[in-house]
């Protein structure tokens, strides 16, 4: 079991910087800003991997001026995008978000900007779980492969 990263993203994102996100770098970030007068979600960035089981993920949000950002963090599991964390996570600091254990590929963030603001996505990884064991009965026995 292990923390891995993101490897690629999705490729209209309109966040500046998206690889930064898997770049194993916590000093470096995607951004997404506001130019309006209002307070308003980002678009989402997704970033992906080749499916994994999974029953976690970290990510590290601020805003520009490193403060606090309210912040939803979506992931794919089985195919479905589901919202693992809701809230305003400590700034620049690995936030966790566990989830049913399922196969997931992919995982989507949005953060809450007030008027000319700015977000920062520093970094997300998913936490790797051993894949799930495979039973053959033969007789009277069972034996169980894992890959």
């Known amino acids: 079991m292990a923390w891995v990263s993101p490897t690629s993203h999705d490729p209209y ?8 996100v898997y770049d194993e770098n916590t000093d470096t970030y995607a951004f997404s800003g506001n130019p309006t007068f209002d307070y308003v979600w980002t678009p989402y960035l ?4 080749s499916a994994i089981q ?5 990510f590290m949000t601020s805003d520009f ?3 606090p950002i309210l912040t939803q963090v979506e992931v794919r599991i089985n195919g479905v995008w589901t919202v693992v964390y ?3 996570p400590p700034a620049h600091t690995w936030q966790e978000a566990s989830f049913a254990e399922g196969s997931v590929d992919g995982m989507r963030l949005t953060v809450y900007l007030p008027p000319f603001g700015v977000g920062w996505w520093y970094e997300a990884d998913f936490w790797q779980l051993p894949p799930p064991a495979v039973g053959y009965s033969y007789g009277d026995g069972l034996v169980t492969i894992t890959y």
């Open 46 to 49: 997704e970033v992906y991997r």
């Open 54 to 58: 999974s029953n976690k993920v970290r």
């Open 86 to 88: 809701y809230g305003t």
């Open 13 to 20: 994102t309109q966040w500046g910087d998206p690889d930064k």
């Open 65 to 67: 001026l490193g403060n």
